[in-house]
Nanobody
Framework: QVQLVESGGGLVQAGGSLRLSCAAS????????MGWFRQAPGKEREFVAS????????GYAHFVKGRFTISRDNALNTVYLQMNSLKPEDTGVYYC???????????WGQGTQVTVSS
C-alpha cells in the first residue's frame, strides 16, 4: 500500500492562494494515478484533480479548471495542488488519494482542512 501524508491546508481569504502537498511512500505500482478530492460540510466527497505519476497527464473537475493546478515531483514522491483565486465554496477537507491506473481509489491520506473566508 502507498502511504500518503498531506500538508498545506489553512485559512485564506477569498482571492488568495494555497498549495497543498501530499508525500507518498511505501509500495508503488509502475503506473499509477494520484488525485485530490474534497468534501464540504454536509456534502459528498467530490473529485478535484488527478495526475498520472509516470507521464504527467492531468484531469480536472470543471469547477477548478483555470484556478487549480496539480503537479508532481518524482524525486520527492510528492504531488501538489496549487490553488489560486480561491472562493468560499472551495472550503472543505481536501484528501489525497492514489490508485493503480484503471483501479479504484483505495489509498487515502488523512485530509487537510482548507477554509476560504469571504
Amino acid at each position: 500500500q502507498v502511504q500518503l501524508v498531506e500538508s498545506g491546508g489553512g485559512l485564506v481569504q477569498a482571492g488568495g492562494s494555497l498549495r497543498l502537498s501530499c508525500a507518498a511512500s511505501g509500495r508503488t505500482f509502475r503506473t499509477y494515478d494520484m488525485g485530490w478530492f474534497r468534501q464540504a460540510p454536509g456534502k459528498e466527497r467530490e473529485f478535484v484533480a488527478s495526475i498520472n505519476w509516470n507521464n504527467g497527464g492531468t484531469g480536472y473537475a470543471h469547477f477548478v479548471k483555470g484556478r487549480f493546478t496539480i503537479s508532481r515531483d518524482n524525486a520527492l514522491n510528492t504531488v501538489y495542488l496549487q490553488m489560486n483565486s480561491l472562493k468560499p465554496e472551495d472550503t472543505g477537507v481536501y484528501y489525497c488519494a492514489s490508485r493503480a491506473t484503471g483501479g479504484r481509489w483505495d489509498n487515502w491520506g488523512q485530509g487537510t482542512q482548507v477554509t476560504v473566508s469571504s
